[in-house]
């Protein structure tokens, strides 16, 4: 056991005595094997809310889960809408396969249920505000029904995105 492993086995250990309870050795070395992923602040910060919040030794779900929360349909959908009109900023109406390319399939499903790529590209600010929820239902539509959707694809187009645009207000 590395160093690092043996500071979470002990802070688990510690951590338990909260709750008056003694987790088996077995346990405990299945929690360090998952947690040894994250950072140590990453896991203090799960160990600290959990203090708060449990009324028994957590299970390991519950400590990873609030390390790395999972997303909702709606912070999906609201991602992918949020995707759509960067790309539209980006690629404008007359490059629609880069768009393609940018937006994955999920997207491009919401693109076409609100009247394709160039009526989209046509819209004002305010007509693209008035689309979005009907954007972020078609969304989650199309994730509930994209079976090899990959959340690690979408998040890697948007992190990307961030860095790489900045769209002025009012533009897009």
């Known amino acids: ?11 688990l250990a510690r951590f338990a005595i909260l709750f008056s309870e003694k987790p088996s050795e077995e346990r405990l070395m299945a929690y ?16 600290n809310q959990l203090k708060t919040e449990a009324h028994k030794f957590p299970s390991l779900a519950s ?8 997303l909702t349909d709606s912070d999906r959908a609201n991602d992918v809408m949020a995707l759509i009109t960067e790309a539209i900023g980006r690629f404008g109406g007359y490059r629609q396969g880069d768009a393609l390319d940018f ?12 009247g394709g790529w160039w009526t989209l590209c046509q819209c004002s600010y305010t007509e693209l505000g ?3 929820s009907q954007a972020r239902e078609l969304a989650k539509s199309a994730l509930k029904h994209e079976l090899r959707f990959d959340d690690s694809r979408l998040n890697h187009l948007i992190n990307k995105s961030k860095s790489k645009l900045k769209i002025s207000d009012g533009a897009l």
């Open 63 to 70: 400590i990873v889960q609030i390390i790395k929360p999972s």
């Open 130 to 132: 008035v689309m979005r």
């Open 32 to 47: 360090v094997d998952e947690l040894r992923n994250y950072s140590p602040e990453e896991i203090s910060k799960a160990l």
């Open 1 to 11: 056991m590395s160093n690092y492993e043996a500071k979470i086995y002990d802070a």
């Open 103 to 114: 937006l994955g399939p999920v997207a491009w499903r919401v693109v076409e249920g609100l």
